[in-house]
């Protein structure tokens, strides 16, 4: 009886806030609020800017190639984009994991996707949660942290990951890169 | 071995030497008088054929005076002895001829006879003729001729040789006559003697034998009646014990055909109770029956539910799949979502309202991902419940088969009951039939001893009887003895007094 309550609470929760979405007015409020993604990294909970986000996708298949760097993972097509993908975990200091079935697609010059085992949810939160970049950690890839529902999520900084592969990758030469 | 005789053997015995005796003389003496009266016969025999041969010369003479008076006087009267003497000499000779058929001398003689006789009977005949024909003369001439007196001496000459015969058998028969009678009188005198001495000699041992048997008889009687008497009063006091323990024995089976009696009675009861437990256990075995059949129908239940349960576990997995399609969809929404958010921010201001759009878009997504978790919740629940009531229902249905297992062994204990309380029934029946059978036994041993008890009785008083017959018996012993050796009597009277003290 009262998870039968509960669902038709929640049913009615869900029809009000659809009918209030047509009811608001555009802009106003939203626009003091940023927008992140938790993702999951070896089991631990990171944030990504969805700004720094080109787009984000799942399950998709990879095509194995030779590199120097042991972090990438293959070769994926984005919209007719070849484009390679790095293990974030193993780019984080984790080592190999079994499953990283996300992809974020990086907002790059040149086209680079990152992958990670879980994707938990959209966020949306106020810049009074977000915190100032971390450099005592000593990483420029994870700088400040996002709060929400109480959990502190790291925040990854992916421009400085591409950067970081760049670097490598220009270090290595284009001899090697062939 | 003829002391141990018999006493009647004895008897006979002297009795038979008597007999034979007595026997022995009596036909020695028959056959004695039989010579005698054989000599005697003989002799008479003897006269009768010397009559007969003077009464042939008689009849001669009278044949031969009558002729001559007829031919002296010619007078036929004279011829009437003639006439007579005819057939009788006819007639005596035959007489002889049969008398003296066992001599043949005398056949002989009386061969040689005949025809003297019928020549002189001829010469008698013509002489007569002559007389009658011819007159005195020529008749005269013809008798002093001589042959009539020839032939009639000749005739005279014969028959007294005969008669000499006659008398020499006649001398001779007297003499064994006489030596008959003399040995039939020797034969009776010492025949006699001899058998008086016998008599008297097998009277004398026979009564000395009887007498010294007799004796010792009467003493072993004596014996043996005091030996009767002593055991009659033991007898007598085994009676008296006897009868008192056949009393006791009919106490004893009286109380014994009492129990008996009892015991039947239980048996009866227990022969009932039997039974009314033969019909508990047979309406016990038909509910036992039907609590299977119940248990049977639950088990049936119960596999229908296992059934009904799997099929819900199977229909929540495919919830579950359906699910798993729904939370892909409301992911790939929230990724289409998101990516819109994405590239309405990079539109700029013409994204904004696009955003706005896509940003709800995400919302439901998200909520629809949240609530597609819930369903996953519900569904994980909903299937461990479904695992649990599996699990929980076939542990059911193994305690119901186990339970209907062990509801089998209770009907067939409850079987095995019942067919054992038959037997028990059965068995009860025939101890009551026995337990009667041995009161109607009992009864009957308990009439047997009376009967025996009363026989007890009379075995007491017949003991009396017996031990007064042995008292008598000793008396008359001594009687008997008395009768028999004197001489003796004195001699067992001890012993009798000692009977007597017995």
Redesign the interface.
Same mark, same amino acid.
């Given at each position: 009886m009262s998870s039968s309550t509960s669902i038709e609470q929640?049913l009615s929760i $869900?029809r009000q806030?659809?009918d209030q =979405?047509f009811a608001r007015a555009?802009?106003g409020a939203?626009q003091a609020e940023l927008?992140f $993604?938790a993702i999951r990294v070896a089991g631990d909970p990171y944030a990504i800017r $969805? =700004?720094e986000?080109?787009?984000?996708?799942?399950d998709r298949k990879l095509v194995a190639a030779p590199s120097l760097l042991p972090e990438l993972l293959g070769l994926s097509g984005f919209r007719s984009i070849l484009t390679p993908v790095y293990d974030l975990a193993q780019l984080l200091g984790y080592g190999p994991q079994q499953t990283a079935r996300w992809l974020v697609v990086a907002q790059s010059a040149s086209p680079i996707a990152f992958a990670f085992g879980d994707f938990d =949810?959209?966020l949306?939160v106020s810049p009074g949660r977000v915190s100032a970049p971390e450099t005592e950690h000593g990483n420029a890839v994870v700088g400040g942290a996002v709060q929400n529902d109480g959990i502190t999520l790291p925040l990854l900084h992916l421009p400085s990951l591409v950067e970081a592969i760049a670097q490598r990758i220009k270090a290595f030469g284009p001899s090697q890169e062939r | 071995m003829a002391i141990n005789w018999t006493f009647g053997r004895k008897l006979v015995f002297g009795f038979g030497i008597a007999v034979l005796t007595l026997l022995v003389i009596g036909v020695s003496g028959y056959r004695s008088a039989e010579r005698v009266i054989e000599s005697d016969r003989w002799v008479s025999h003897t006269h009768e054929v010397r009559t007969k041969m003077a009464d042939l010369m008689s009849f001669l003479k009278d044949a031969e005076t009558a002729a001559r008076g007829f031919v002296i006087t010619g007078d036929e009267a004279f011829l009437e002895p003639y006439r007579a003497a005819l057939p009788e000499l006819t007639k005596v000779t035959a007489d002889l001829r049969g008398l003296t058929v066992d001599n043949d001398a005398q056949q002989r003689r009386l061969a040689a006879l005949q025809p003297l006789l019928d020549s002189k009977l001829a010469v008698l005949k013509r002489t007569i003729e002559l007389r009658r024909t011819q007159g005195f003369e020529p008749t005269y001439k013809f008798v002093a001729a001589g042959e009539g007196r020839e032939l009639m001496t000749e005739i005279r000459q014969l028959v007294g040789r005969m008669d000499d015969e006659e008398s020499t058998l006649l001398k001779r028969r007297h003499v064994e006559a006489e030596l008959s009678a003399e040995n039939t009188k020797t034969v009776i005198l010492w025949g006699s003697l001899f058998g008086v001495a016998l008599v008297a000699g097998g009277g004398a041992l026979i009564s000395r034998s009887l007498a010294t048997q007799i004796g010792a008889a009467v003493h072993h009687i004596q014996s043996s009646s005091a030996e009767l008497q002593s055991a009659a009063n033991q007898q007598a006091s085994g009676a008296k014990e006897q009868s008192s323990a056949m009393n006791e024995i009919s106490t004893t089976i009286s109380e014994l055909l009492a129990t008996s009696r009892q015991i039947a009675e239980s048996a009866r009861r227990v022969s009932e109770i039997a039974e009314q437990t033969a019909t508990a256990a047979k309406t016990g075995d038909l509910t036992v029956e039907k609590g299977r059949e119940s248990i049977n129908g639950i088990r049936r239940q119960v596999d229908v539910i296992v059934h009904h349960m799997l099929d819900l576990g199977k229909k929540s997995q495919q919830i579950g799949s359906v699910l798993e399609i729904v939370s892909e969809l409301a992911e790939q929404t929230n990724i289409l979502a998101i990516n819109a958010t994405i590239e309405a921010a990079g539109a700029g201001e013409a994204g904004r309202r696009f955003g706005v759009v896509a940003d709800e878009i995400r919302k439901l997504a998200d909520r629809v991902g949240g609530s597609t978790k819930e369903i996953r919740g519900l569904i994980d629940d909903v299937r461990s419940a479904v695992n649990t009531t599996v699990m929980t229902t076939e542990t059911g249905s193994k305690a119901v088969e186990a339970g209907a297992e062990q509801f089998g062994r209770v009907a067939a204990a409850f079987s095995q009951i019942s067919g054992q309380v038959s037997t028990t029934t059965e068995a009860a029946r025939e101890i009551e039939l026995s337990t009667k059978q041995q009161s109607t036994a009992v009864e009957q041993v308990n009439v047997a001893i009376t009967n025996v008890s009363q026989a007890t009785k009379e075995a007491e008083i017949s003991t009396g009887q017996t031990l007064r017959t042995a008292v008598e018996l000793s008396h008359l012993s001594r009687e008997l003895l008395r009768l028999v050796q004197p001489q003796l009597e004195s001699a067992a009277r001890p012993g009798t007094s000692d009977s007597k003290r017995n």
């Open positions: 929640k $869900l806030d659809f =979405s555009a802009g939203e927008d $993604l $969805l =700004s986000v080109q787009s984000l996708h799942a =949810s959209h949306r | -």
